[in-house]
């Protein structure tokens, strides 16, 4: 299972759920949004200026200036001015890797998504420490019926996980 992919999805449905709700009834209070997406990821479309001026990440702000909020399954459409000329963006919730309401404290950060080598790298390298960190009766699941049960351990896999 894959939980890590299950975790990114279930907190793309909450930045999809605040989106939808200001699209359908505005901000409320002093919400305000900081949205971080990849520039260059599939299906971005935004003005080849933004681009050139960001190549990389951009981040955008939702807050007083905003036009045509419009949110699909799996991507959403703004408006918003960018040195008094407005401009549509296409945003699929794939792209986006930071969401915050700082009124209220929140935040989620996103993983960019791994290649098949980062995952292969990823594989042999967590492989690697469970072969040293393990005896091997507990590799194989055999266990001798005279030893006491042993305490389970929680792992946190971004340990295991390669900086970039």
Not at 33 to 44: E, G, K, L, N, S
Not at 46 to 51: D, H, N
């Amino acid at each position: 299972m894959d939980y890590q992919a299950l975790v990114e999805g279930a907190m793309r449905t909450v930045v999809r759920e605040a989106l939808r709700r200001v699209a359908a009834d505005g901000l409320p209070g002093d919400h305000h949004m900081y949205i971080t997406f990849r520039t260059q990821a599939p299906d971005v479309d935004i003005a080849s200026r933004l681009v050139a001026q960001y190549p990389d990440e951009m981040t955008i702000v939702i807050q007083h200036q905003f036009w045509g909020l419009d949110v699909a399954e799996d991507a959403f459409e703004i408006t918003l001015s960018f040195s008094g000329k407005n401009e549509r963006l296409h945003i699929p919730l794939d792209a986006v890797t930071g969401f915050a309401d700082p009124s209220v404290n929140f935040g989620l950060q996103f993983k960019a998504p791994e290649t098949d080598e980062d995952e292969d790298e990823d594989t042999e390298e967590v492989a690697g420490l469970l072969e040293d960190a393990c005896a091997p009766d507990e590799r194989t699941g055999e266990t001798d019926p005279d030893d006491p049960p042993k305490s389970g351990e929680v792992v946190a896999l971004d340990a295991f996980r390669k900086k970039k």
